[in-house]
């Protein structure tokens, strides 16, 4: 392949990867109002992070997601923003290991590490910042769990875990399948045929 070429395919592998940022977002927002408006215990607002990421690495993974949240926080829910940092994570860690999603196993197991990420950054949030409120449908399940004779540090873990694991799996799964049904056109350009 030539040097001019080269830097074509490179260039229009960029542009579409900076034209997937909006779209993650988007994607994301939908799978939030989704979840949210029929009352599910899940998020299902990093489907779009998990598919930026698997396409076009961390730095597109990791923006799609704290934007999402940035933006989310400022237009419509404020307990949104502080979650910046969780879907930053996710969007890194999969633009890490993004070849994961072409075999189902691996999937699996991204969406157990990104189960902890999860878990591990936006326990602190939920707990310190929202005294363990946020008002989504896991609010019940910290009730519960508090209702046990947990502290709340452990209901809030319990609850982000047990929400995340079906959460973040389930999404690992969406994206799966997603990559799967791209066009060869489409996977080439991105680096994942």
Partial sequence: MSSRTAREVTGRASSAMVALI???????FVGKYLAQAIHLPLFLDTIGTVLAGALGGPWAGGLAGALTNVIY??????????????????????GLVARWFTRPGLTLAAGIIITFI?????????AVVFGGVTGNGSDLLTAFFLKTGRNLWQSVFATEFLVEIVDKVVTCYIVFFILRSLPQRTRVRFGIA
């Fill in 118 to 126: 999860a878990a591990i950054l936006s326990a602190p949030i939920t």
């Fill in 22 to 28: 909006p779209i993650a977002i988007a994607i994301n």
């Fill in 73 to 94: 926080g400022l237009a419509i829910h404020p307990t949104s923003t502080p979650y910046a940092i969780v879907n930053l994570a996710i969007g890194i860690f999969v």
